[in-house]
Nanobody, 126 residues
Framework: VQLQASGGGLVQNGDSLRVSCAAS????????MGWFRQAPGKEREFVAG????????YYAGSVQGRFTISRDNAKNTVYLQMNSLKPEDTAVYYC????????????????????WGQGTQVTVSS
């Protein structure tokens, strides 16, 4: 499994940005895909997740209503649309894949994700 994240950058407070994660190496129809982020000196945290088969989405409370995760089956790509960005959203954003067998209630847990992309930096200036 290969996950290639892209689309990060430097934006201003209140701007929007979309990051992408191109997945390859196998069929992801029964996987969950997630976005996590890690700020300097902090632990990696869940941001958003999507079940590839159903399209069901899950969000961290801090981004609910501002971020939207989606997937494009034809392109095998997962997106994270980030609106109303804040300086506290500054972090390296990682995409990850959880193989089949996870329980829905655990989709926010970093432990169920076995495959990780390289990360893309998102910086929000004030």
């Amino acid at each position: 499994v290969q996950l290639q994240a892209s689309g990060g950058g430097l934006v201003q407070n209140g701007d929007s940005l979309r990051v992408s994660c191109a997945a390859s190496g196998r069929t992801f129809s029964n996987y969950a895909m997630g976005w996590f982020r890690q700020a300097p000196g902090k632990e990696r945290e869940f941001v958003a997740g999507v079940r590839w088969s159903s399209g069901s989405t899950y969000y961290a409370g801090s981004v609910q209503g501002r971020f939207t995760i989606s997937r494009d089956n034809a392109k095998n790509t997962v997106y994270l649309q980030m609106n109303s960005l804040k300086p506290e959203d500054t972090a390296v954003y990682y995409c990850a894949a959880a193989p089949p067998g996870f329980i829905s209630s655990t989709i926010r847990s970093i432990k169920v994700y076995q495959y990780w992309g390289q990360g893309t930096q998102v910086t929000v200036s004030s």
